[in-house]
Each structure stands twice: as structure tokens, then as C-alpha cells.
């Protein structure tokens, strides 16, 4: 979820001079007590690697084609498969939420 919100606000793309790596970056994430998960900004890039980027590649292309990677309906899917497209599912729908009410509360004022 982290890396998903981080790269739809466009973080992943922040450069951190040398010496700042300890400034906080808000992720959007609560945690179990609904506090915001707050993380040190050195840290962006760990959480971009290549099993994210799989992951994320899988959730567009099932949603560009419409069809899920195997046979069958969602209880087909190996688990890791499914788990994978039902984060990133509910991470879209919240982002594009957020993006609506946003636009919605600018058309207003």
C-alpha cells in the first residue's frame, strides 16, 4: 500500500540531497491504530522493487484486459495472485476517490 500511494503522489520520484535522508515523508497509510504511517525519506526507494513493479504490472493488465491471469473465476487464482490484485484494487479505488473528491471540492470553491 505504501508504495502504491507513494507513487501515485509522485514521491518515488523525490531526489533526497545527501545528509536529508532522515526528513519524514507522509505515506497516507494508517497503521493499526490509525495513525499515519510516517517514513524516513531515505527509505523511499526501498520500497520499489521488482516484485512491486511485477505486482503493479499484473494489477494494469488485468484491468486493461479485463481478464484475470488464469482459468476460471477469482477462487481459481493462486492466493498470492489474488491478494496481490485485491490491494492494488481497493488502493486505485481510494486514490481515484480521493482524486474526485479533490476535483469536486475545487469545481466548488
Given at each position: 500500500?505504501?508504495?502504491?500511494?507513494?507513487?501515485?503522489a509522485?514521491?518515488h520520484k523525490?531526489?533526497?540531497?545527501k545528509?536529508?535522508?532522515w526528513?519524514?515523508?507522509e505515506?497516507?497509510?494508517?497503521?493499526?491504530e490509525?495513525?499515519e504511517?510516517i517514513?524516513?525519506?531515505?527509505?523511499?526507494?526501498?520500497?520499489?522493487?521488482?516484485?512491486?513493479?511485477d505486482?503493479?504490472?499484473?494489477?494494469e493488465?488485468?484491468?486493461?484486459f479485463?481478464s484475470?491471469?488464469?482459468?476460471?473465476?477469482?477462487?481459481?487464482?493462486?492466493?498470492p495472485?489474488?491478494?496481490?490484485?485485491?490491494?492494488?484494487?481497493?488502493?486505485?479505488?481510494?486514490w481515484?476517490q480521493?482524486?474526485?473528491?479533490?476535483?469536486?471540492?475545487?469545481?466548488k470553491?
Amino acid at each position: 500500500m505504501i508504495a502504491y500511494r507513494l507513487l501515485r503522489a509522485g514521491k518515488h520520484k523525490v531526489h533526497v540531497r545527501k545528509g536529508r535522508e532522515w526528513l519524514p515523508v507522509e505515506t497516507g497509510v494508517p497503521d493499526d491504530e490509525g495513525k499515519e504511517i510516517i517514513i524516513q525519506s531515505g527509505s523511499i526507494p526501498d520500497y520499489f522493487d521488482d516484485y512491486f513493479f511485477d505486482a503493479l504490472e499484473l494489477f494494469e493488465t488485468v484491468e486493461l484486459f479485463g481478464s484475470l491471469p488464469f482459468s476460471g473465476g477469482w477462487a481459481e487464482q493462486p492466493y498470492p495472485i489474488f491478494r496481490v490484485l485485491q490491494i492494488l484494487k481497493k488502493e486505485a479505488a481510494r486514490w481515484e476517490q480521493k482524486e474526485l473528491e479533490a476535483s469536486w471540492h475545487e469545481k466548488k470553491h
